[in-house]
């Protein structure tokens, strides 16, 4: 059973790009969640998600960001024009279900220049 | 408002010697509770995690979390340190969904 996978690993924008990271939750699991950590910080969560469900946005910034989970194919968290502020490592977890523990994936490290 | 506060920023502990790392939560009831711990350039691996039931939970890598409710705690502990242990650890709680993680701490090992 292949773990949560991310990709890009790495992801190199110029201001005012979009990006688009991937999340492919464990085989099973149907609730994703996506983090932000800046350097030297730590985990600050974005907004969690069910299939084809936003459940709890309430970390994602008002303008530029939105993440979707749709009933196939991985979940995407978009970016839209990019500023520096934005370079960060973003995680994602999933979880068979609620309460229950999470399991990260290896992280998409932005880096906007 | 709830918290998940983890007082030590920065811990260094040579090889061999015993490890505490402190976690305190602010919560109406009792959250569930976990550690993980992150290697550099890595994702978060689950170290362990409290439910209900026996307040000394066992997680992997020798590692074990005691949980206080008087003192709202959940410290993470281990009696003998490895030079691999290395990396920073986080704290997190999670109530109704809501699941909040503490800044971390960074272990340094020494030889």
């Known amino acids: 059973n292949a773990g949560v996978m991310q990709n890009p690993r790495h992801l190199v924008r110029r201001r005012g790009q979009e990006a688009r990271l991937r999340c492919s939750p464990m085989?099973?699991?149907?609730?994703v969640y996506w983090y932000r950590q800046l350097p030297e910080e730590g985990l600050k969560f974005m907004v969690y998600?069910?299939?084809?469900?936003?459940?709890?946005e309430s970390g994602m910034p008002k303008e530029r960001f939105s993440a979707e989970f749709p009933k196939e194919g991985p979940s995407i968290l978009r970016i839209q024009q990019v500023v520096r502020g934005d370079s960060a490592a973003y995680f994602c977890?999933?979880?068979?279900?609620?309460?229950?523990?999470?399991?990260f994936g290896p992280g998409t490290r932005l880096t906007v220049t | 408002a709830q918290s998940v506060t983890q007082p030590d920023i920065h811990i260094t502990v040579s090889e061999g010697a015993s490890l505490e790392l402190r976690c305190n939560y602010s919560y109406g009831a009792t959250p569930y509770l976990f550690w993980y711990v992150q290697s550099p350039g890595q994702g978060l691996q689950l170290l362990l995690k409290y439910f209900s039931g026996d307040t000394l939970v066992q997680g992997i890598k020798g590692f074990e979390a005691e949980f206080k409710r008087s003192q709202s705690s959940f410290n993470l502990r281990k009696p003998s340190v490895h030079w691999s242990d290395a990396a920073e650890y986080f704290c997190a709680v999670e109530k109704d969904n809501d699941m909040r993680f503490g800044a971390g701490t960074r272990l340094t090992v020494k030889p």
């Open positions: 085989k099973g699991h149907s609730h």
């Open positions: 998600l069910q299939k084809e469900n936003i459940i709890d």
């Open positions: 977890a999933s979880s068979p279900r609620q309460i229950y523990e999470q399991y």
